[in-house]
């Protein structure tokens, strides 16, 4: 079992920044590739970024790619999301997730969820 905890977000103004940090509990936490999405009310949940344990490869949507970047610190048990440049349509609930089997780009694929944050980006 592994709990997250995502926590960051908050209201930012487009063009700003945030960093979204997710929290494990559970000593296996640098086993997982490790996973941010995002949904918005009415939308399916959407995948942005993936981590391996290592920390050495990551995956990104094309959405996010090059104004987002995924890290962790297996020594804190925790994975960060740094959001650059962020607009209104990046306004959404962000989670943190574990891969459990399949795809990275794949919901589906992942087992443990946080609870999510909000972040709200103003025009």
Wanted: aromatic share 16%.
């Amino acid at each position: 079992q592994v709990q997250l905890v995502e926590s960051g977000g908050g209201l930012v103004q487009a063009g700003g920044s945030l960093r979204l940090s997710c929290a494990a509990s559970g000593r296996t936490f640098s086993r997982y590739v490790m996973g941010w999405f995002r949904q918005v009310p009415g939308k399916e949940r959407e995948f942005l970024a993936a981590i391996t344990w290592s920390g050495d490869s990551t995956y990104y949507a094309d959405s996010v790619k090059g104004r987002f970047t995924i890290s962790r610190d297996n020594s804190k048990n925790t994975v960060y999301l740094q959001m650059n440049s962020l607009k209104p349509d990046d306004t959404a609930v962000y989670y943190c997730a574990t891969h459990y089997s399949g795809s990275y780009f794949f919901t589906q694929s992942y087992k443990y969820w946080g609870q999510g944050t909000q972040v709200t980006v103003s025009s």
